[in-house]
T-cell receptor, first 112, second 113 residues
């Protein structure tokens, strides 16, 4: 069975703090893809990153970084020096063939 | 480039009424899908299609019908709306193939009273 767990329902930080959003997934497949999406208060879903199961290199994009560890089935997302504009709900998702399995999301509140 | 377009954006239905949520994409994507988003549950797949004439069920298909007569359009039909179908609905599309980025519409807020 495929499953994505985001145990942190809501996180509040003060601007400029670093924050890590956790994502743990379950799949029996050896080939799969993982995604992170951002949903700001306006409601749209914004693609952030895609990672395949054969690429365990960490990735950094500006203030965002992702840590993929196959051994622990985790794909965590870190925002460095958070900003108020980072306030949103963040979803981790597992792409299995033609179906996307989403976690329940983590709501991030960044206070000025 | 409009991307994925959903209509209507907001709708209130009475229990038992029927309606169709429209979804169109102009990216020539073969794969299209519908999700519902409920508080605390993330997005759940309702139905998907890998091309014109081909549809299949996702996690939560009951109460919904779909058809795919063209590459561009993928409407979602509620035949007899129930309060449990109150949700935010997202249509999405992508180039067929695992791992390709999926693009979402802006969402449709549906309330069934």
């Amino acid at each position: 069975a495929q499953k994505v767990t985001q145990a942190q329902t809501e996180i509040s930080v003060v601007e400029k703090e670093d924050v890590t959003l956790d994502c743990v997934y379950e799949t029996r497949d050896t080939t799969y893809y993982l995604f992170w999406y951002k949903q700001p208060p306006s409601g749209e879903l914004v693609f952030l990153i895609r990672r395949n199961s054969f690429d365990e290199q960490n990735e950094i994009s500006g203030r965002y970084s992702w840590n993929f560890q196959k051994s622990t089935s985790s794909f965590n997302f870190t925002i460095t020096a958070s900003q108020v504009v980072d306030s949103a709900v963040y979803f981790c998702a597992l792409d299995n063939f033609n179906k996307f399995y989403f976690g329940s999301g983590t709501k991030l509140n960044v206070k000025p | 480039n409009a991307g994925v377009t959903q209509t209507p954006k907001f709708q209130v239905l009475k229990t038992g009424q029927s309606m169709t949520l429209q979804c169109a994409q102009d990216m020539n994507h073969e794969y299209m899908s519908w999700y519902r988003q409920d508080p605390g549950m993330g997005l759940r797949l309702i139905h998907y299609s890998v091309g014109a004439g081909i549809t299949d069920q996702g996690e939560v298909p009951n109460g919904y019908n779909v058809s795919r007569s063209t590459t561009e359009d993928f409407p979602l039909r509620l035949l007899s709306a129930a309060p449990s179908q109150t949700s935010v609905y997202f249509c999405a599309s992508r180039v067929t193939g695992e791992g390709n980025t999926i693009y979402f519409g802006e969402g449709s807020w549906l309330t069934v009273v």
